[in-house]
RNA sequence: GGCCCUAUCGUCUAGCGGUUAGGACGGCGCCCUCUCACGGCGCAAACCGGGGUUCAAUUCCCCGUGGGGUCACCA
């Protein structure tokens, strides 16, 4: 999360003109290294202690250190470096940000790219921005026409809602598809061609299988042999003309290093000679996603680009792309993966990951967003449940994490519990309703769904289980005879027919038939009995669940009505003359 | 294999040189209790290893090791 730079400080400095040898400080300046404002954090070897070194700053390459001059000895004795702090925010924001989710419609949306566009928008909506959903949609082959849908219905489920792009109506950037994009593309290619920067490349896909192979036989690093990087645009367009296919690469510079100040990372570097010739345009005059997104990026005024890690091996080609095209690049912040519980990328092929299975499930967004949230990031201190608009409040670039987090359903789960728990019973009613529908459930049956709901509120994880566990007050499961009586309960078979027969009497005495009242009556008859209330109140839940496990006997009675209670005791009370 | 990233309880994490290393999920135990759940209380559980720097390293640096990502006419 810090950064820190290593300034060596040169001692021609602390003898310069700048410097007379007064008794006060001596000033130290340095060219910039960063954009970003930074602060001395202390000296190695530490020649001078952290406490009389005052916290220089350096800004836009401009800035000073000051050593009080009796350390001057000390400093010219041993090479001497700084330790840099870059400053806490390195995120500085001037002006209105411009981010983007970019997702590709091969599949659906799943909870990996949801947390990304989380990120993307806790961070546009504490700084203030425009969101844009870019439809990436290069590859038509692997394009599923439903998927670019779901996507749209995903993220306004989770109440992340972008301001412009696709689906969520047009901007000053239009078209947001980039199917529709193909000539803008294609007229960057050319441009990267005239400058140099490209070069038509007529390998065969099979000639580009075996150089891989050798390579890897080898143990080199597969790499695009240049094999047709010096022909001449001239003669490369005729062959062109006269039918031959050719792809279009982007030109690496040779030999450059190349360093980028990720938001997350810090600063990462890559040789150029690590990295290949990319292909940018494909045989068929399609362009590749490098080109389109980079193009894209630049051309929509993107001014922060968070994506997920998988993305930084390719970063310098993006950059270098950039560059190629004219534009300064976006500052980047590449987000860790997300891993199931074998430490592996969550992948489609062998997790649960679709966000839709979560919503059918019954996840509420809330508890997706909170959940997501913290997978990757946190803000400090121990509370952690917080809703978007919290989120919104505390989100934070410097504390998103760099290593990346294994999925815990068990903690979604809980997460998930607990907001089903807080949620108001009407509301809660309304999101059921469709579940049981589903599970044939004639909801006009009599039954109170508000009061039966708050009986099994506390009780409920996902609210596709809502049936299970509101199914006996629809219809009373047909149980085994020997389910009313509990041997830990002390309730042997003569304790339950006498149980039922009193609940029978005494429920029929009673014309105040509330939870409360029932309570009363009934503890005070077992009271009168010298039992334990198990004794009762066991055969009296099962008589009217007919479960094993459910809500508590007066609450569920309470529900049920008189009419419906007695109906059920009943039905135990036959069960005894087998 | 090359390149890049990364490293605190089983999991998510707090910690930004001196702490009995804190919280949450999960596990276990107890309490509450008519069952289950909720709730309350408690227990077990971690600084990957080796070198530095420092009076002092979980924390800073280096090297190992482990884990991950990526190497397409996919994104």
Not at 177 to 192: F, G, H, I
Not at 397 to 415: C, P, Q, S, T
């Amino acid at each position: 999360m810090n950064n820190f730079i290593i300034l060596k400080i040169p001692t021609s400095y602390i003898n310069s003109s700048e410097n007379p040898d007064l008794s006060g400080w001596c000033h130290l300046r340095f060219s910039a290294l960063s954009r970003n404002s930074l602060s001395v954090e202390s000296t190695f070897p530490r020649v001078v202690t952290p406490l009389s070194l005052s916290k220089g700053i350096l800004i836009d390459g401009k800035g000073f250190v000051k050593f009080h001059s009796r350390h001057k000895k000390n400093l010219l004795q041993s090479p001497c470096y700084l330790i840099v702090r870059m400053a806490d925010n390195p995120f500085k924001i001037t002006g209105q940000i411009r981010v983007r989710f970019a997702p590709s419609p091969t599949g659906f949306l799943h909870i990996g790219g949801l947390r990304n566009v989380l990120y993307n928008y806790l961070l546009v909506k504490k700084y203030g921005g425009q969101f844009t959903l870019r439809l990436d949609d290069t590859d038509q082959k692997r394009f599923v026409p439903e998927a670019a849908d779901a996507i749209i219905q995903g993220l306004k489920w989770a109440g992340i809602e972008p301001n412009e792009g696709f689906g969520f109506g047009d901007g000053p950037h239009a078209p947001y598809v980039q199917s529709q994009r193909k000539d803008l593309y294609l007229a960057a290619a050319e441009k990267l061609l005239e400058s140099g920067n490209a070069y038509y490349c007529f390998c065969s896909a099979e000639r580009l299988e075996e150089m891989r192979k050798d390579r890897e036989a080898r143990h080199l690093p597969p790499r695009y042999d240049r094999h047709c990087a010096e022909i001449p645009l001239a003669e490369a367009r005729g062959r062109i003309v006269k039918g031959e296919k050719a792809t279009i690469r982007f030109r690496l510079p040779d030999d450059r290093w190349v360093t980028v100040h990720d938001l997350v990372r810090g600063e990462v570097s890559w040789h150029t000679s690590d990295l290949q010739d990319m292909v940018i345009v494909k045989s068929d005059g399609l362009a590749l996603y490098h080109l389109a997104s980079v193009y894209d990026d630049a051309v929509m005024k993107m001014t922060h680009v968070i994506r997920s890690e998988e993305w930084l091996p390719s970063l310098p080609i993006h950059i270098l792309l950039a560059e190629a095209l004219g534009y300064t690049p976006p500052q980047y912040a590449h987000l860790p993966v997300i891993l199931n519980d074998q430490r592996k990328k969550l992948s489609k092929r062998n997790d649960s990951v679709a966000l839709r299975d979560f919503i059918e499930k019954g996840v509420l967004p809330e508890a997706m967003i909170n959940f997501l949230a913290f997978l990757g990031w946190n803000p400090g201190g121990e509370r952690e449940i917080f809703s978007l608009s919290e989120l919104i409040q505390e989100f934070s670039i410097e504390r998103l994490h760099k290593a990346g987090a294994v999925f815990d359903y068990k903690k979604l789960e809980n997460i998930n519990a607990y907001y089903i728990r807080q949620k108001p019973i009407n509301e809660l009613v309304g999101l059921i309703k469709p579940y049981l529908e589903k599970a044939d459930f004639t909801l006009s049956a009599g039954i109170d769904l508000s009061a039966a709901a708050s009986t099994v509120r506390e009780r409920m994880k996902y609210l596709s289980e809502a049936p299970d566990l509101l199914g006996f007050y629809f219809q009373l499961p047909d149980y085994d005879f020997a389910l009313l009586c509990n041997e830990k309960m002390k309730v042997d078979k003569e304790i339950a027919r006498q149980s039922i027969d009193i609940l029978l009497s005494a429920g029929e005495k009673i014309t105040d038939w509330t939870e409360d009242k029932l309570r009363e009556v009934l503890l005070l008859k077992v009271a009168e009995l010298g039992w334990k209330n198990g004794q009762l109140l066991w055969p009296m839940r099962v008589a009217l669940t007919g479960e094993q496990f459910s809500p508590g006997s007066f609450e569920v009675a309470g529900v049920l009505g008189k009419e419906e209670s007695l109906r059920r005791l009943e039905i135990a009370q036959k069960k005894f003359l087998k």
